[in-house]
């Protein structure tokens, strides 16, 4: 029997993290593949359909708004947020401009991060 949760692959360098959103995401009915590097993430993207894209800017083998543009090579219309700490105003106007439809500040409410993520599930063709 095929699955009718939405996708969502989480791209973080830090492994409690990734099992905080995951357990969170899941627990709001989401299927949820977690990587810490942007090979892993860039290899399982191109593998497999994801509903939605979260990542963290700062991965252990490059950054992730390099990785946006590898996506949108293969991918132009998935969502793609970007939970990170690394703030920099200039960095996020940067990640948007790659691609990116939003940029979440860590550490953030997981309730805002889940109404976010349906608002942006939801308008996906």
Not at 7 to 32: M, P
Not at 102 to 108: D, G, L, T, V, Y
């Amino acid at each position: 029997m095929q699955s009718s949760a939405k996708r969502i692959l989480c791209a973080d360098d830090d492994q409690h993290t990734n099992e905080l959103l995951s357990f969170w995401l899941e627990k709001n009915g989401y299927e949820v593949k977690t990587v810490t590097t942007q090979t892993d993430a860039l290899s399982l993207a191109r593998r497999e359909r994801f509903d939605l894209y979260l990542l963290d800017d700062l991965l252990p083998d490059g950054r992730g708004k390099d990785l946006v543009l590898m996506i949108r090579d293969f991918d132009p219309q998935t969502p793609i947020v970007f939970l990170s700490g690394n703030i920099d105003e200039a960095n996020q106007q940067d990640i948007l401009e790659r691609g990116a439809q939003a940029f979440i500040p860590k550490p953030s409410n997981l309730t805002k991060v889940t109404e976010l993520i349906e608002q942006l599930i939801s308008k996906t063709p």
